[in-house]
Structure formats: structure tokens, C-alpha cells
């Protein structure tokens, strides 16, 4: 039986061994892949936030158009004023039209103010989720080291 067990022995020694590596192997394939995968969600996740940043500068350029055309109503609505009362000799205007006027623009600048905090809070939130982000990505390349 010592014999048998003698010739056996080192066989036996390099099948563990074969074994070892392979199963070794199947589990670094298995976390690689499970990295690989969470990379990507991160990434998509950057795309978004990206997106969602071009998204607020449209919006920024849409409250700047906004705001324009606000001013060019006004200076519309002034030079009617004006025109009116050259066209009219009186020194007096509309009261009521004027009231209306400039409840019309106190609700433009209450709607540009409204979107203007709008938007700094999506720009905080997104600037928040970049960070956890970013640090998501630092401790996956510490785990991965």
C-alpha cells in the first residue's frame, strides 16, 4: 500500500494543483466580469449626468432668449406709451395699461427668478452626484489594486 501510495502521491499533488488554478481562474473571470459590469453602469451614469448638464445650459440659454425678449416687450411697451402720448397731446396715459404692463412683467421676472433657482439646484444635485461618482470609481480602482 506504501508503494501505491508513493507512485500516486505526486499525481495526485499535480491534479490539486490543476484544479487550483483552474478553479482560481474561474473566479477571477466571475469578479472581473462583476467589475466590468458595474464600470459600465458607473459610465452610463456619467453619460446621463453629462446629458443632464447639457440639458441645464439649454436652459440657461432658453432664460437668457427669455429674458430678451422680456426687455424688447418692455421697450416696446414703452415706446407705445410714448408714441401715444405725442399722438394724443396729453401728458397722460393709461393707468390701468401701465398696471397691466407691469404686472405682466413682474410675473416674467418672477418666472426667470423661479427657473434660475431651478436650476442651481439640479446643477447642485448633479455637481453631488459626480462626487459620489468619482468616488465610486476611486474605490473600485483601491479594491481592484
Request: charged content about 25%.
Given at each position: 500500500m506504501?508503494?501505491?501510495l ?11 494543483v490543476?484544479l ?26 456619467m ?13 440657461i ?7 430678451l ?18 399722438q394724443?397731446?396729453?401728458?397722460w ?34 455637481l ?5 461618482i468619482?468616488?465610486m470609481?476611486?474605490q ?6
Open positions: 506504501g508503494v501505491l508513493k507512485a500516486w502521491s505526486p499525481l495526485l499533488a499535480a491534479l490539486l490543476v487550483s488554478v483552474i478553479y482560481t481562474g474561474k473566479t477571477m473571470r466571475t469578479h472581473t466580469e462583476s467589475i466590468r459590469g458595474r464600470l459600465t453602469a458607473v459610465e452610463k451614469n453619460d446621463a449626468i453629462r446629458n443632464a448638464i447639457e440639458g441645464n445650459q439649454g436652459i440659454v432658453r432664460i437668457a432668449t427669455l429674458d425678449r422680456i426687455g424688447d416687450k418692455l421697450q416696446n411697451l414703452i415706446a407705445q406709451r410714448d408714441n401715444y402720448i405725442e394724443s397731446g396729453q401728458e396715459f393709461n393707468i390701468q395699461e401701465m398696471r397691466d404692463a407691469f404686472q405682466a412683467l413682474k410675473s416674467n421676472v418672477d418666472t426667470i427668478l423661479n427657473l434660475t433657482q431651478r436650476i442651481e439646484y439640479i446643477e447642485e444635485t448633479l453631488d452626484m459626480q462626487g459620489s468619482e468616488d470609481k476611486k473600485q480602482n483601491k479594491a481592484s489594486q
